[in-house]
């Protein structure tokens, strides 16, 4: 698919601002949900927009269910075992917050997680990827896009930790051709938990908690 370099790097920076504007948004100002509405319905439209442009566009960020399953189930045993082992250090340290907030995040965060993963691994890792200059490696790629994605979670370290390894992970996997939105919703599923049980955060309270829900 033909996209110019001065279009790849406009939406990798446009990512980038994104990124900037959680730190302004949701960490000082809290305004979690605004940001995240916000942020979802801007990028919709963006999406929207381009595919006006082109009907190729969707695919190749990878909006399609071509490999759904053949990646869910690859990642599966994966997830279980994270969730496992996020469940007993909890436990252990004493940062378990598991309350019935979970599983209306459990359904909602896989969206955020999709939003999210087109983001770092589509819009910033297929971008570099695909860059006809300067090309780059592979890893030197996957790094990139890993960093970005660890930087964004700052300053909570042990999260900045998470997803640069699972950025590591889920950025060779998408560029090895597997599906998009099963990466997504994986994203959503471990953050959720990884909220709850290691970092005793109640994500439900933080984003909805003012609205008395």
């Not at 942020?39 to 759904?68: D, H, K, M, P």
């Not at 909570?156 to 998408?174: K, M, Q, R, S």
Request: hydrophobic share 55%; with cysteine.
């Amino acid at each position: 698919m033909q996209i110019t370099n001065r279009t790849r790097l406009l939406e990798a920076g446009a990512v980038v601002l994104t990124g900037l504007g959680k730190f302004i948004f949701m960490d000082m100002l809290e305004w979690r949900l605004l940001y995240i509405t916000t942020a979802c319905l801007g990028w919709l439209a963006y999406v929207l927009y381009r595919r006006s442009q082109s009907s190729e566009i969707l695919a190749y960020w990878g909006f399609t269910t071509i490999g759904f399953w053949r990646t869910f189930r690859l990642l599966l045993p994966f997830a279980v075992v994270l969730v496992v082992v996020f469940y007993l250090l909890g436990n252990h340290w004493g940062t378990n917050r598991l309350n019935w907030g979970i599983l209306p995040i459990m359904l909602m965060y896989p969206l955020w997680g999709i939003v999210q993963q087109f983001l770092i691994v589509g819009l910033i890792g297929k971008n570099l990827r695909d860059l006809e200059q300067p090309k780059l490696a592979l890893g030197v790629v996957i790094l990139l896009t890993a960093t970005v994605f660890a930087v964004v979670h700052f300053p909570f370290l042990l999260l900045v930790a998470g997803t640069f390894g699972l950025a590591l992970v889920y950025t060779w996997l998408y560029l090895q051709g597997h599906n998009l939105l099963v990466l997504g919703i994986y994203h959503g599923w471990l953050g959720g938990f990884f909220f709850y049980t290691l970092l005793a955060r109640d994500p439900w309270q933080e984003v909805f908690g003012g609205l008395g829900l």
